[in-house]
T-cell receptor
Framework: NAGVTQTPKFRVLKTGQSMTLLCAQD?????MYWYRQDPGMGLRLIHY???????AKGEVPDGYNVSRLKKQNFLLGLESAAPSQTSVYFC?????????????FGPGTRLLVL | EDKVVQSPLSLVVHEGDTVTLNCSYE??????LLWYKQEKKAPTFLFML????IEKKSGRLSSILDKKELSSILNITATQTGDSAIYLC????????????FGKGTKLTVNP
């Protein structure tokens, strides 16, 4: 049981480049989440999904897109990276909604946009 | 607007000390409050507090929910260097049981 995995672990992008972060979970969880964490800001929700084929906006969705084509995968896309998107990105999943039970977090992806 | 405020933002103690971390929230239709510990990488779950479970304990860590004061405390007794981490508090916002609003966290440093 790998839990929640994220790829890549670290990436450097130039402004304007695009990339996709992959999150995978093997716990058959319905709910998946993408957060970003910046110094002094805590964890902020970017987008989330309550099931395969569904996505919804979180607190800071601008500049990001997501897709949940398969239940076990949740992709986060940056179409045109900006230095403000330099951050650590965490994916999380849970079987029920966040109010009902804990979320399980991946190890994070550190992204640097130059 | 739903809000979670943690205090202090950072704390430095010596091994063996007892610490109390605070979390206050402003959210209507309270459902639950969660505490996470974040060391170098991913946050890991500590406790969930609800209206029917306002006190939780695990070893040297304990947490209490005060619904009247709209707050929670996380206590760590006999601290160890391994307790050094960021402690995060989170609540589901109004009308949204699927997601969480996190506080900015308290960074705890335990020195030997």
């Amino acid at each position: 049981n790998a839990g929640v995995t994220q790829t890549p672990k670290f990436r450097v992008l130039k402004t304007g480049q695009s990339m996709t972060l992959l999150c995978a979970q093997d716990m058959n969880h319905e709910y998946m989440y993408w957060y970003r964490q910046d110094p002094g800001m805590g964890l902020r929700l970017i987008h989330y999904s309550v099931g395969e084929g569904t996505t919804a906006k979180g607190e800071v969705p601008d500049g990001y897109n997501v897709s949940r084509l398969k239940k076990q995968n949740f992709l986060l896309g940056l179409e045109s990276a900006a230095p403000s998107q330099t951050s650590v990105y965490f994916c999380a999943s849970s079987y029920e909604g966040a109010a009902q039970e804990t979320q399980y977090f991946g190890p994070g992806t550190r992204l640097l946009v130059l | 607007e739903d809000k979670v405020v943690q205090s202090p933002l950072s704390l430095v103690v010596h091994e063996g000390d007892t610490v109390t971390l605070n979390c206050s929230y402003e959210v209507t239709n309270f459902r639950s409050l969660l505490w996470y510990k974040q060391e170098k990488k991913a946050p890991t779950f500590l406790f969930m507090l609800t209206s029917s479970g306002i006190e939780k304990k695990s070893g040297r860590l304990s947490s209490i929910l005060d619904k009247k004061e709209l707050s929670s405390i996380l206590n760590i007794t006999a601290t160890q260097t391994g307790d050094s981490a960021i402690y995060l508090c989170a609540v589901p916002p109004q009308g949204g049981s699927e997601k969480l609003v996190f506080g900015k966290g308290t960074k705890l440093t335990v020195n030997p």
